[in-house]
């Protein structure tokens, strides 16, 4: 009898458990492609096989490249198209959204210097050619200028947000990596894949990187300023890292230490396989894990880029890389500084996870007790 009855107690904390993995399901799922998305590669590509462009342009030189969009299912599609420069997001990748590229550091905007039609209309069981022009500007430069064309799926669901928003608004060779995932996250044929929050929508992006000629250029990474942010519900200060150069940098490992002077606060993050757009500011978050003090604050910073078996400098984590930059900058934090952090971190939502948690166990515990009561009710009538 005691066997059964613990089985039941067991079955219930089971579909307890499923019950909670189910309701933190954000996304909805699909069983297959609406769009099949491909890059005709020209003759000026340089990096072969690939599913993104890499194109070798003269100064004022024009190119007309291919995008081929499938639809290979029984409905008529809408596919929006834009053009955005790439970007390093806080947390170390590559994104190509639609954001300012910083003017002092990059030598041109990408986006003003291609053309693509911004709405297409894919019938059922069709597939279309999407041309797309490049105009490079008469601006001299080595490396690469990087962007990337987003092309997403519009439903009606998604028109209709579209709409609301505008109401509410008048009221290498290695250069990057290939992954391709379904409506419940970015598709990105780019520098990195990033879940973005789309609903009943497919989303795709396919890397544009411009060149003049075939010069290698290594990243040139400096420390710009610091900031307090608040990162994930947690206060953090923010490194300022700066790509100088027109390339990537790869495999970046950041090794941090910030200290109070004359005081023993001191805090520390360390970081790997981490990238940096060309031209781009990587704000690098370092937790704070106590409260803040006012006073001077020396910063103390190692950015690694590159892993190489030869490479001349190792890593307190054993690894090398080829290239290495330290660097150092002192700051001051008064209170009012401290206290505005504060204040703004106030806005940033709160976990709420924990309620996942309280649903769990007042659930389990409704099911443990009818468990219970119809084994003592049983055990009565016998």
Known sequence: MKKKFWCRIFLALLLCCSLVVSSQRVFATSSGLNLLVS??????????KVNYFDLLLKKEEEQTVTVVLNNPTDQDRVVAIEVNP?????????????????????????????????RIELPAN?????????????????????GGLKLREITEETAK??????????????R????TEDSTTESTFAEESRESVVTNTYTYVIALLLSQNKAAVAPEITLGGMSLKNVKNQDAISLELVNEANAYAQDVRVEATISLEGGDESFTSEQSNMKIAPASIFNYPVEVESDL???????ETIVY???AKDGAYEASDGERYIYRFELSQTFTLDERIIQGNSDAGSFI???HNWMYWVGFVSLAGSFAGVAFYLQHKKLGAN
Not at 126 to 146: E, H, L, S
Not at 161 to 174: H, I, R
Not at 293 to 299: E, Q
């Open 39 to 48: 890059p005709l590669l020209p003759d000026n590509q340089l990096t072969a």
């Open 293 to 299: 003090l006012a006073g001077d604050y020396l910063v």
């Open 161 to 174: 947000t579209e709409t609301s928003a505008e109401s509410t608004d008048k009221a290498t060779d290695d």
């Open 126 to 146: 069709q597939t279309i050619d999407v041309p797309v022009t490049i105009k490079m500007p008469d601006v001299a430069f080595d490396g690469v200028v990087a």
């Open 86 to 118: 790439a970007t390093t997001t806080y947390n170390g990748t590559v994104e190509y959204e639609d954001k300012e590229p910083n003017e002092d550091l990059v030598p041109f905007n990408i986006c003003d210097a291609v053309e693509v039609e911004e």
């Open 305 to 307: 880029s590159e892993k």
């Open 176 to 179: 990057t990596d290939v992954t």
């Open 349 to 351: 939502p709160k976990n």
